[in-house]
């Protein structure tokens, strides 16, 4: 049995409001990455994928559960504690997030000079390497506002990537982006993760990307867990006809996969359950 | 009674009552967010401390120099016209003002000694503190509000890069020495502006007007006036970057931050300034 680099056990987080109202986004949540492979996380607009992810990179205190990466948990952990194991991480973010006041050079030495006593000269070599990673080496000079959103990606992709993180987090790699692009950007996720040998962990709802780079996936809806498993296995429910599936969850799941318009997650109105969630919230 | 006005009566109550209600309820909720913007302000200032204090005694915590020197020129060689002309004009000002009283009581050289001690004492620091309010508090809270909406800050602390060492530290103490090396300046543009108004205008002999000037300063004035600058940027960046690093809502979240770092600094500054005054006069200082 291979020890799991992340293991997310019981994991429960709950939200206030202005109002002081609290609603619970993530229930019970329990999963665990392996090794090298490529974990996609899928679910509808507001199903709590962000708040997992920001609670697997220590940004968010969950309420209750526990996650441990290489085995610590790093929901107990001091500041200093946990950005040791931050250290060990790359995440590239929505918009890439990228600092807007350095150059997409300077953004990608900044990890190295903040936490390795690597010479300025070769950082400059490592920047440059890494740049040539994500194909961006024309843009090395640029300031982020001069990028385009695929762009801020790839740069973004590359400052992750700049001291060889073990962990790599993606949070909606394709959202925003042209439908090649996101191809690119995929392709650029794989080959990462085939060359670096890092694991992945990628939060997304485009469905064609998410089976093109996935290993496993799980599938969230509001904010519980319906399934983990192999990539083969979602794919036999995607393509199995609704009639045939007996298990509520295997039919939303089918639905969510599809993108269709009706099914369990639309309402007899046509409204879909996420723009409920999005709208009344949930306890 | 008719059942109407009985009707009316009760409808006036409960309006009255609920009237209280929302009233006592606004005022609680505006008191609970003071607290909280002073606990926060204050947990603030133990981190700055900390993370300072430690970036000096610890070799793995870096100082950050050359940020200091970015913010530093940043902060403050922009504000140093601003605060030359602004000062003047106050020096100006305060001279004619004086004129006619002292005038009447056949006292118009001491004029440079009010001038003397207004200024160095007063209202070098705390117009300074006003314009640099508006200069760097104001542009450090859209600064780090931005990098909080554009997930930056985010990034940061994803790099295992703390914010406060990152950010606020080098932005609050490039402040505070911005605030009392322009403190000096503006002391010597009000001097300067009450010297070239009595002697040019008023005709007072430039000899006595120095003299005057330098009978009324004792060192006191000048490090009470340098410390209150020293308190005075501290608090408009701790201001700045709190309310900087708190912002939600996109850009109105920006601008309302901005805003209200201009305010909150104002009305801190003269709250410090008068408490600090009264301080300065029980102790004789
Ligand atoms: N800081 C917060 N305070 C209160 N509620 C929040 C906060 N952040 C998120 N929520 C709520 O938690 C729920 C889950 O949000 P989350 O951002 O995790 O969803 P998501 O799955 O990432 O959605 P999307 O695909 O649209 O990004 C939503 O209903 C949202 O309104
Ligand atoms: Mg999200």
Redesign the pocket.
């Given at each position: 049995m291979v020890t799991p680099v992340i293991e997310v056990n019981n994991l429960a987080k709950w939200?206030?409001?202005e109002n002081h109202r609290r609603?619970r986004?993530l229930h019970d949540v329990n999963f665990n990455v392996f090794p090298g492979e490529t974990l996609v996380i899928m679910?509808?607009?507001?199903?709590?994928?962000?708040?997992?992810l920001n609670c697997m990179i220590g940004e968010l205190h969950p309420d209750r559960g526990s996650i441990k990466i290489f085995e610590k948990d790093i929901t107990t952990m001091d500041e200093f504690s946990l950005n040791d194991i931050r250290k060990k991480f790359g995440i590239l973010f929505q918009s890439g997030a990228l600092f807007n006041s350095m150059t997409v050079g300077e953004n990608i030495a900044l990890p190295l000079q903040e936490h390795s006593e690597i010479d300025p000269s070769i950082i400059n070599i490592v920047v440059t390497i890494k740049l040539e990673q994500v194909r961006m080496l024309a843009h090395r000079n640029k300031i982020p506002s001069q990028l385009s959103g695929g762009q801020k990606k790839r740069a973004g992709l590359a400052r992750a990537i700049a001291l060889d993180p073990k962990i790599l987090f993606y949070d909606?790699p394709s959202a925003g982006l042209d439908p090649v692009t996101v191809a690119a950007i995929d392709e650029l996720i794989i080959s990462l993760s085939k060359k670096l040998g890092v694991t992945s962990i990628v939060?997304t709802?485009d469905m064609p990307s998410a089976f093109r780079i996935a290993d496993r996936m799980v599938m969230?809806h509001k904010?519980k867990v319906l399934k983990v498993g192999e990539k083969r296995e979602f794919e036999v429910l995607r393509d199995t006809p609704a009639e045939e599936l007996t298990d509520p969850n295997d039919q939303l799941i089918h639905q969510f996969l599809l993108g269709l318009g009706h099914g369990p997650l639309t309402d007899s109105e046509g409204i879909s359950e996420y723009e409920k969630?999005?709208t009344d919230?949930?306890i | 009674m008719s059942d109407r006005t009985l009707i009316k009566k009760e409808n006036s109550v409960l309006l009255m009552l609920r009237l209280i209600g929302r009233t006592t309820l606004g005022w609680y909720d505006k008191v609970m967010s003071g607290i909280r913007f002073l606990g926060g302000m204050t947990i603030l200032l133990g981190q700055i401390l900390w993370w300072t204090v430690m970036s000096l005694v610890k070799p793995d915590i870096r100082f950050r120099r050359p940020a200091l020197i970015y913010q530093m020129v940043r902060v403050g060689v922009r504000s140093i016209s601003i605060i030359v002309l602004v000062q003047m004009f106050i020096g100006i000002i305060l001279v004619l003002q004086m004129a006619p009283t002292l005038d009447m009581y056949g006292q118009l050289s001491s004029v440079a000694n009010i001038i003397a001690i207004a200024v160095f004492r007063e209202l070098g620091p705390l117009i300074t503190a006003v314009v640099l309010s508006g200069f760097a508090g104001a542009s450090i809270a859209a600064e780090i509000g931005a990098m909080v909406e554009s997930e930056e800050v985010k990034a940061l602390r994803a790099h295992a890069l703390n914010p406060i060492n990152f950010l606020v530290v080098p932005r609050v103490l490039a402040t505070v020495l911005m605030m009392i090396g322009l403190t000096v300046i503006s002391d010597v543009m009000g001097i300067i502006g009450g010297f070239t108004t009595a002697v040019g205008f008023l005709g007072i002999d430039s000899q006595v007007y120095l003299q005057n000037t330098q009978t009324a300063l004792v060192a006191k004035d000048f490090i009470t006036g340098l410390f209150k600058a020293g308190i005075f940027g501290l608090q408009i960046s701790m201001i700045a970057c709190y309310l900087g690093l708190r912002v939600t809502g996109g850009a109105v979240g920006v601008g309302k931050a901005t805003t209200q770092t201009v305010v909150f600094s104002i009305v801190s500054l003269i709250a410090t300034d008068c408490l600090f005054t009264a301080i300065f006069y029980i102790f004789g200082l």
């Amino acid at each position: 049995m291979v020890t799991p680099v992340i293991e997310v056990n019981n994991l429960a987080k709950w939200f206030t409001d202005e109002n002081h109202r609290r609603s619970r986004v993530l229930h019970d949540v329990n999963f665990n990455v392996f090794p090298g492979e490529t974990l996609v996380i899928m679910g509808g607009s507001g199903c709590g994928k962000s708040t997992l992810l920001n609670c697997m990179i220590g940004e968010l205190h969950p309420d209750r559960g526990s996650i441990k990466i290489f085995e610590k948990d790093i929901t107990t952990m001091d500041e200093f504690s946990l950005n040791d194991i931050r250290k060990k991480f790359g995440i590239l973010f929505q918009s890439g997030a990228l600092f807007n006041s350095m150059t997409v050079g300077e953004n990608i030495a900044l990890p190295l000079q903040e936490h390795s006593e690597i010479d300025p000269s070769i950082i400059n070599i490592v920047v440059t390497i890494k740049l040539e990673q994500v194909r961006m080496l024309a843009h090395r000079n640029k300031i982020p506002s001069q990028l385009s959103g695929g762009q801020k990606k790839r740069a973004g992709l590359a400052r992750a990537i700049a001291l060889d993180p073990k962990i790599l987090f993606y949070d909606e790699p394709s959202a925003g982006l042209d439908p090649v692009t996101v191809a690119a950007i995929d392709e650029l996720i794989i080959s990462l993760s085939k060359k670096l040998g890092v694991t992945s962990i990628v939060v997304t709802h485009d469905m064609p990307s998410a089976f093109r780079i996935a290993d496993r996936m799980v599938m969230l809806h509001k904010g519980k867990v319906l399934k983990v498993g192999e990539k083969r296995e979602f794919e036999v429910l995607r393509d199995t006809p609704a009639e045939e599936l007996t298990d509520p969850n295997d039919q939303l799941i089918h639905q969510f996969l599809l993108g269709l318009g009706h099914g369990p997650l639309t309402d007899s109105e046509g409204i879909s359950e996420y723009e409920k969630i999005m709208t009344d919230g949930f306890i | 009674m008719s059942d109407r006005t009985l009707i009316k009566k009760e409808n006036s109550v409960l309006l009255m009552l609920r009237l209280i209600g929302r009233t006592t309820l606004g005022w609680y909720d505006k008191v609970m967010s003071g607290i909280r913007f002073l606990g926060g302000m204050t947990i603030l200032l133990g981190q700055i401390l900390w993370w300072t204090v430690m970036s000096l005694v610890k070799p793995d915590i870096r100082f950050r120099r050359p940020a200091l020197i970015y913010q530093m020129v940043r902060v403050g060689v922009r504000s140093i016209s601003i605060i030359v002309l602004v000062q003047m004009f106050i020096g100006i000002i305060l001279v004619l003002q004086m004129a006619p009283t002292l005038d009447m009581y056949g006292q118009l050289s001491s004029v440079a000694n009010i001038i003397a001690i207004a200024v160095f004492r007063e209202l070098g620091p705390l117009i300074t503190a006003v314009v640099l309010s508006g200069f760097a508090g104001a542009s450090i809270a859209a600064e780090i509000g931005a990098m909080v909406e554009s997930e930056e800050v985010k990034a940061l602390r994803a790099h295992a890069l703390n914010p406060i060492n990152f950010l606020v530290v080098p932005r609050v103490l490039a402040t505070v020495l911005m605030m009392i090396g322009l403190t000096v300046i503006s002391d010597v543009m009000g001097i300067i502006g009450g010297f070239t108004t009595a002697v040019g205008f008023l005709g007072i002999d430039s000899q006595v007007y120095l003299q005057n000037t330098q009978t009324a300063l004792v060192a006191k004035d000048f490090i009470t006036g340098l410390f209150k600058a020293g308190i005075f940027g501290l608090q408009i960046s701790m201001i700045a970057c709190y309310l900087g690093l708190r912002v939600t809502g996109g850009a109105v979240g920006v601008g309302k931050a901005t805003t209200q770092t201009v305010v909150f600094s104002i009305v801190s500054l003269i709250a410090t300034d008068c408490l600090f005054t009264a301080i300065f006069y029980i102790f004789g200082l």
